[in-house]
């Protein structure tokens, strides 16, 4: 028996990089997952589609289905829990993964970019969460969990590596600091109904699409770089277990709790979050 046998969850973002691992790992895991983009298909040269990640969970034996939704657009998303009800049932988890991640310096970041930015970032998990709270409380169960980002924080200086990736996320980061501070409010409002609401960030760079601006830093420093199987084994810990009103780094998470990491099938134990030799089993 997996630890999520008989869960639902939603997770946006999940058509690739971490959404899609976290995905997989709680697949894996037994929940029935209900994957979530802005649409079906292919767009642009991105590799991985909505459609393409549904199949990979489905054909691994898992339960999963597809609800395409571009969370930039308030009218869209207004039903999105609703919708994702219809194919599993209610929600025990919500992964509120899915961010607009425009690099731009902070003096030309334009309204148009920023607006986007807290439209996916801080409105629509808000929202989303506001739809499914009510079914969470009368049920007395539920789990929230909020991707944040190290960029939250101003980098210290002096800058570890380009001053560049220190400045063009600002806006993002402000976004996420947002995200951070609402997660913990609304987190302590509902603990008492049984619901668990934290917010989790890589501590280093995991290599998806999304973070093709800091893919050099990576290859320069690898040590700042983490494996995806680690965001998708935190995400678990917290959407299991009852922590409330956290802002956790993965890494530090699983050490913390001395919480090994597993492959995203669940069938490998890889290793510690904290050993440099297994961080290499991972990449
Ligand atoms: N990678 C890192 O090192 C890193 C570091 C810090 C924080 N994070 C956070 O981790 C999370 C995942 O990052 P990632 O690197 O895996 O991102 P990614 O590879 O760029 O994937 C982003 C996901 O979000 C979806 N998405 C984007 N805009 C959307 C919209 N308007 N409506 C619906 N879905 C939308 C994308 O789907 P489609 O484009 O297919 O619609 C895709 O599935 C984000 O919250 C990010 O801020 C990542």
Known sequence: MGILEGKTALITGASRG?????????????????????????????????EDAVAAIVSGGGRAAAEAC???????????????????????IVVNNAAASIVSLPSETSLKQRNLMYEVNLNAPVDIAQQVLPG???RRQGWILNISS???????????????????????????????????????????DGICINTLAPESIVLTAGANYVREIARRS???????????????TLCSERFIGQVCFSRQLLHTHGVKVRSLDGAVELGDAFLPADLENMA
């Open 70 to 92: 571009d969370l930039s657009d308030a009218v869209a998303r207004a039903d999105l829990v609703e919708r994702a009800q219809k194919h599993f049932g209610p929600l025990d």
């Open 222 to 236: 690898p040590d700042m770089a983490e494996p995806v199987e680690m965001m998708a084994e935190a995400a678990l």
């Open 18 to 50: 971490i959404g899609l691992a976290i995905a997989q790992r709680f697949a894996a895991e037994g929940a029935a997952v209900v994957l979530c983009a802005s649409r079906l298909g292919s767009h642009g040269d991105l590799k991985g589609t909505l």
């Open 136 to 138: 969470m409380r009368s």
């Open 150 to 192: 190290a960029s939250a924080r101003q980098s210290v200086v002096p800058y570890r590596d380009s001053q560049i990736a220190a400045h063009v996320i600002c806006a993002y980061g402000a976004t996420k600091a947002a995200l951070d501070r609402y997660s913990q409010g609304l987190a302590h409002e509902v603990a008492a």
